[in-house]
C-alpha cells in the first residue's frame, strides 16, 4: 500500500489506523469489512448505523424473503438496492410491508487520483488518500 499511495495527500493521515485495522488477527474477513466500513464512513462524515445480519436473530429466512424479515426487524420504510435485486427481490411482498423498494445504479464520480488516467472501480480508500476530509464533496 505504502508503494502505491505513499505520495498521495492525505496517506500518512489515514494508513496508521488502516494498517493497524488490516493486520489485526480476525476470526472472519466479515469482520475486518465491518471495521473499515465504520471508519470509511465515519472519515466520510455520513455515519449510519451499521448492522451485521448475523446479529439480528433471523432464521429460516433466505434471499428476498430475509432482506424483507431484517427490513421489518430494524422498522425500515426502505430499502436500497443494487441495481440487479431486480432479478430476485419480490417486490409485492416489499409494498404489502410498505416498504419502498430504491434501486441504485452506481455512476463512479471521476477525481483526481495520484496518476494518470484515471481508474474507475478503485476502493474508497483510493479516494480517502487522494482527498481525506474533503472526499464527502465528491461523493455527493
Known sequence: MKEAYGNSPNFY???PLIEK?????YK???DLN?????????????IKPIYQ?????LKNYKSSDLILAICKKLEATAYLSGQFGKDYLELDKFREANIEIKFHEFKHPIYKQLYEPFIEEMSAIDLLFNYGKKAKKILK
Open 53 to 57: 445480519s448475523s446479529t439480528i436473530q
Open 13 to 15: 493521515e489515514y494508513y
Open 28 to 30: 472472519y474477513i466479515a
Open 34 to 46: 465491518y471495521r473499515l466500513l465504520w471508519y470509511l464512513l465515519y472519515w466520510f462524515d455520513t
Open 21 to 25: 485495522l488490516i493486520l489485526k488477527n
